[in-house]
């Protein structure tokens, strides 16, 4: 096989030019805290076809659809940010709905005074300055990126008019090396850029990992002191002093989970949660599942009732994300189901898992279903102190069905109830 041309290392193929803007659309929607990223970009060898670049890439969004329509609604400001060549924040227009009343991030997408595009962040919440920095820096790589494809562009074209023996071969040859100087400059940039990145990255990394070991350790011993307290000899204790110390604890039973859903969420993120299969008896995950949410019950008018689908062959998938995906479901029906009843139906249908989770609650409204498995997200202001939790259970359901290669469905209806309905492709056992 013939060796690369030096002008063919250096070209950045399309395809791979489109995946690093799609890849920093995503990392930018994750960044502020699942709200919506649009990357506009004017593309070498590309005419331009009008004020601003085209919408190239975007993340945060249900369909394609919606992110044109929010081009759209942002381009006065995306324009604007390019022409000065200066980041800026700008109000969200109310069209773009909670995910943007943050409000909105510009970052023109140039380097050395070339503008090639824009890089817009919607957030549902003001942008903290360690996050705006790292979307400076993520900006920044897209920015020298752009660039770089378009001197790369300008060097082939100079050396296919100089091989074709242009006149002013002496002068390309000057601008071909000036532009080649500029390109390895750029790559050093970018080098930079990333490693600026990566050790950010790290520091993130580093901090998880040291917050969950060191709340987990005390806390783990601060629950074991009351299970010991009062499983023992407690006659000398209140009623009150006992009510209070099984509130008590729950709810250094929750903050555990949610310790432990937040260490699963980075683990999934960064890969480090592998999928290990074995056999399982959904029947019994069920049973385990509804028997780790009976301290919730206590108090409310509320029944659980199941229904399995016969027959039901023992499957082969992974029985701790099976298992932990069940209980998160059926406790957040049980947290937002004050009465009534919570139906748990499953069955293998084909070669797939199937079960449904319906209550009898206060329902989700339309415009919150499509957000309802963002990080930390609540369906109200008043949801964290009105309801126990984090809003982090449901997008670890949705991360952890993505990782088992499954799907959910949400069927809601304010003041009706909710059904989730999750599949998982499985192994069936004959």
């Known amino acids: 096989m013939a060796a690369a041309t030096p002008t063919e290392e250096r070209r950045a193929p399309s395809q791979e030019l489109a995946a690093a803007l799609r890849s920093a659309a995503a990392r930018a929607s994750e960044l502020a805290g699942q709200g919506f990223a649009l990357v506009f970009a ?39 940010a390019m022409a000065a060549d200066d980041e800026r924040s700008v109000a969200a227009p109310s069209s773009l709905g909670p995910r943007g009343a943050g409000g909105l991030w510009i970052a023109p997408l140039g380097f050395e005074g070339r503008v090639h595009g824009a890089l817009l962040v919607g957030a549902p919440a003001p942008l903290e300055p360690a996050v705006r920095q790292s979307l400076q820096l993520l900006a920044r790589s897209v920015a020298i990126r752009l660039d770089h494809a378009q001197l790369a562009a300008r060097v082939t074209e100079l050396e296919a008019q100089i091989s074709a023996r242009d006149r002013s071969e002496e002068q390309k040859s000057d601008e071909i090396l000036k532009l080649s100087e500029a390109l390895f400059a750029q790559d050093i940039e970018l080098l930079r850029n990333n490693e600026k990145l990566g050790k950010i990255e790290k520091l993130k990394n580093d901090f998880i990992e040291k917050m969950s070991r060191e709340l987990r350790t005390p806390l783990n011993a ?38 432990q859903n937040i260490l699963d969420l980075w683990r999934i993120k960064q890969g480090e949660l592998p999928v290990e299969p074995q056999e399982v008896n959904f029947r019994e995950v069920v049973e385990e599942a509804i028997f780790s949410v009976q301290d919730s019950l206590e108090g409310k008018e509320l029944e659980i009732r199941k229904e399995i689908r016969e027959p039901l062959p023992k499957i082969r998938t992974d029985l701790a994300k099976v298992n932990q995906i069940l209980f998160l479901l059926l406790d957040n029906a049980v947290k937002f189901t004050p009465k009534g009843q919570i139906d748990i139906r499953a069955g293998v249908e084909g070669e797939q898992l199937v079960c449904e989770i319906r209550d009898t609650g206060i329902g989700i409204c339309p415009d919150d279903q499509h957000v309802i498995f963002d990080e930390f997200y609540q369906v109200d202001d008043l949801a964290s102190t009105k309801y126990r939790g984090s809003g982090l259970g449901l997008a670890l359901v949705r991360d952890l069905l993505i990782l088992l290669d499954g799907e959910i469905e949400l069927q809601s209806e304010v003041g009706q109830g909710s059904q989730f309905t999750f599949r998982i492709p499985v192994q069936v056992i004959r």
């Open 42 to 80: 004017q593309l070498p060898d590309t005419p331009r076809a009008g004020p601003m670049p085209p919408l190239r890439a975007a993340a945060g969004f249900e369909a394609p659809p919606a992110a044109l329509a929010a081009a759209d609604a942002v381009g006065a400001a995306v324009r604007e």
């Open 222 to 259: 601060i629950i074991e002191a009351i299970i010991s307290v009062l499983a023992g000899e407690n006659e000398h204790l209140s009623d009150a002093a006992k009510a209070a110390l099984r509130q008590a604890l729950n709810d250094g039973t929750s903050f555990l989970r949610t310790l």
